[in-house]
Each structure stands twice: as structure tokens, then as C-alpha cells.
């Protein structure tokens, strides 16, 4: 099935520095995601992207809607020991006849800060 | 708000036994919620789509007798394996949306142990 190439897969960095991921898509999604996940737990939603050409931010975190709407990147500026964990992309489809609107996942991006 | 909570967190049965995973939607109607199966150091992986009052729809490749979902209200769904199997060993995570939003929220996992 679908789904959204997402680099790098892991990140070794040292505390207080900048990280960036990004994620593609030979799909066009109407909406972009960013979720976090740590060990054994649901994943929890960081920033939502709606529009194309659309930059948001989140504190730290700051998140564009690419133009072309096949891409999105997260970066997160001045990083800190809690920001360690599994970063993840997702796009979503336009609801379908049930109204759903089903998210497609990025392969993760596992984050890992020396302090 | 948009807490979604899952019951039980960890579950250790024996092969050929069937296990149900409840989710529930504490602060919010859910009127779609999503099963996903995340297998280790995988991506989240969606198994079905359920409607409040309607059959699920299941991915391709997830059979619909094994997996047996319920969506009875607007805050309970329920995920139950039938005759489990060690390779159904895995981490099993729904999300939710409500009446306002189509944003996906998700509940914390459970993670499913077949001997």
C-alpha cells in the first residue's frame, strides 16, 4: 500500500543541537502530521499542517507543508534530553464514503541525544 | 482534552485463546476510530476502520474473522483476536476522531503477548 519515505531513519546528535527529518510521498495527501512516540506508548500528535506552503510551529518544533504536497519536513531547534524518541510523518487522504480519513506512516526517524 | 484510553496495557495469553482489546474516547464522541498493529522497530501499520453502528473496514491482508472489531457507542471499540497465535504477538494502538475534527487521537497501546 501506500506509503511515505521518511530520512533519516536515526539521528545521533548531542544536546543543544538542531535536528531535521523530512519526509516524501509519490502521493499527494491533503493534510501532514508529525507525531511523536516513546517506548511502549500511542504515538502523540506535535504539529498539524493543513495547507500547502503552510509553516508551523511548536515551541521548539517547526513543521512545513510541502508546496508541492507530496512533502513535509520537522525540524527541532536546541535539542533537550525529552525530545529522544521515534519521530513520525504521516499523510492524510481526503475522508472516504464512511468518513474516515486514513493516515499513511512514515518509517519513523529514532532520535538519540548524547548529553 | 481528546484523551483516548485502551484497556489493558500489557496481556499475556496462551495460544489458540482469544484476546479483546477495549478503546475508549474518555472526553470526546468518537464517531470513526482506527486499530493499528505496530510490530518492533516497525512503523505503525493500520488494520481497520470502524464506523460507530457499522462493520469495520479492514485493510488488505487482515482477516476480519481473526480480528474481530466492535464499535457499539461513540466512546467504545473493542479489537478482539481470535485463536491467537505467537506471530500475532504485537503492540495494537486505535486511534479516534471526533464529530469536530479528523485529527487522530491515539490511546497508549497495548501490548499483546501469545505463548
Known amino acids: 500500500g501506500q506509503q511515505l519515505n521518511q530520512s533519516p531513519q536515526s539521528m545521533f546528535i548531542q544536546e543543544g543541537e538542531d535536528v531535521s527529518m523530512n519526509c516524501t510521498s509519490s502521493?499527494?495527501?491533503?493534510?501532514w502530521l508529525w507525531y511523536k512516540q516513546d517506548p511502549g506508548e500511542g504515538p502523540v500528535l506535535l504539529i498539524a499542517l493543513y495547507k500547502a506552503g503552510e509553516l508551523t510551529s511548536n515551541g521548539r518544533l517547526t513543521a512545513q507543508f510541502g508546496i508541492t504536497r507530496k512533502d513535509s519536513f520537522l525540524n527541532i531547534s536546541a535539542s533537550i534530553p525529552s525530545d529522544v524518541g521515534i519521530y513520525f510523518c504521516a499523510g492524510q487522504d481526503e475522508a472516504g464514503k464512511g468518513g474516515a480519513q486514513k493516515l499513511v506512516f512514515g518509517q519513523g526517524t529514532r532520535l538519540t541525544i548524547n548529553p | 482534552g481528546a484523551v483516548v484510553s485502551q484497556h489493558p496495557s500489557r496481556v499475556i495469553c496462551k495460544s489458540g485463546t482469544s484476546v479483546k482489546i477495549e478503546c475508549r474516547s474518555l472526553?470526546?464522541?468518537?464517531?470513526?476510530m482506527f486499530w493499528y498493529r505496530q510490530f518492533p522497530k516497525q512503523s505503525l501499520m493500520l488494520m481497520a476502520t470502524s464506523n460507530e453502528g457499522s462493520k469495520a473496514t479492514y485493510e488488505q491482508g487482515v482477516e476480519k474473522d481473526k480480528f474481530l472489531i466492535n464499535h457499539a457507542s461513540l466512546t467504545l471499540s473493542t479489537l478482539t483476536v481470535t485463536s491467537a497465535h505467537p506471530e500475532d504477538s504485537s503492540f495494537y494502538i486505535c486511534?479516534?476522531?471526533?464529530?469536530?475534527?479528523?485529527?487522530?487521537?491515539f490511546g497508549p497501546g497495548t501490548r499483546l503477548t501469545v505463548l
Open positions: 472526553d470526546f464522541q468518537a464517531t470513526t
Open positions: 502521493s499527494i495527501f491533503n493534510t
Open positions: 486511534s479516534a476522531t471526533g464529530v469536530l475534527s479528523d485529527t487522530q487521537y
